[in-house]
């Protein structure tokens, strides 16, 4: 599933959208993701679905070059099992787009038929982050500097690691890791362009390499948030020398 078949972008800018999978018939392998279709100067940033996960981010990218078009596209996951002849075998499936739409103050999906990409003339913000590529041990924190480029909008300005969409939550972070708010700064004022989002790793936190993950810049329209642009970075959390020995 694909949370939103709308996907719009300005030369310069990421977007992040939610791949939900459902899970059938004992499999638990990962899903690598790809996009078919996309416009000339676009490109969807290597992804996957680990091995026992329902989720993962999709980011699209558009190149500062990048020409006004649109573009109907396919979001296909790939996956790996093994037949009853004990070979293993590629099986693919498309994503199937969804839209939101709010009634009665809930927010619900409705399915389309296609999802489209489309790259404006210009963005009205821009999100970059450092580090971009960070490591967390169980008990570790790390701060992930943001940087905002403000073109049209000027306008308050907040950052997440959740995706949203209208008042509805799509995703969660990976299990045991945790936004520590105290130490982040997440509500911009007015032309503020610096922030920073505090991620830190439980005790508990369950390990996982190089998975893609992205910092929000989000809007309030109506009272409701929306989200705009995305930082990507890519995180891992290392496994505790106790869980190694025990491999």
Same mark, same amino acid.
């Given at each position: ?7 719009? &972008? ?7 959208? /939610?791949?939900? /999978?459902?899970? #059938?018939?004992?499999?638990? @392998? ?16 290597? %992804?996957? +679905? ?6 993962? =981010?999709? *980011? ?12 109907? /596209?396919? +979001?296909?996951? !790939? ?6 002849? #004990? ?20 927010? =619900? ?6 999802? !489209?990409?489309?790259? @404006?003339?210009? %963005? ?32 308050? &300005?907040?950052? =997440? ?16 890791? *945790? ?7 997440? %509500? &911009? ?7 920073? *989002? ?11 390499? =190089?998975?893609?993950? *992205? /910092? &929000?810049?989000?809007? !309030?329209?109506? #009272?409701?948030?929306?989200? #705009? ?19």
């Amino acid at each position: 599933m694909l949370d939103d078949g709308r996907i719009p &972008l300005g030369p310069g800018e990421s977007i992040a959208r /939610v791949i939900t /999978v459902e899970r #059938r018939n004992g499999f638990d @392998g990962e899903v690598k993701l790809s996009v078919r279709g996309l416009p000339k100067g676009v490109q969807a940033l290597e %992804s996957s +679905v680990p091995a026992g996960w329902k989720q993962a =981010n999709l *980011v699209l990218t558009a190149a500062a070059d990048a020409p006004m078009d649109i573009r109907d /596209v396919q +979001v296909v996951g !790939t996956a790996m099992i093994t037949g009853l002849d #004990r070979r293993s075998h590629a099986i693919k499936r498309t994503a199937k787009p969804f839209e939101t739409f709010g009634e009665g103050g809930q927010t =619900n999906y409705s399915p389309v038929r296609t999802a !489209t990409v489309a790259v @404006g003339e210009g %963005s009205d913000l821009i999100l970059e982050c450092a580090p971009k590529e960070l490591t967390l041990h169980p008990g570790e924190s790390i701060t992930i500097k943001v940087k905002i480029t403000r073109n049209n909008y000027k306008g308050p &300005l907040e950052l =997440n690691v959740i995706v949203w969409n209208l008042t509805q939550r799509l995703n969660k972070l990976p299990e045991g890791v *945790v936004l520590d708010e105290l130490q982040s700064k997440t %509500s &911009l004022g007015e032309n503020e362009t610096d922030g920073q *989002v505090t991620l830190r790793a439980l005790p508990h936190a369950v390990p996982f390499e =190089n998975q893609q993950m *992205v /910092v &929000l810049g989000q809007i !309030t329209y109506n #009272r409701v948030f929306m989200t #705009r642009v995305a930082a990507p970075f890519r995180m891992t959390v290392a496994r505790t020398e106790a869980a190694a020995i025990q491999r």
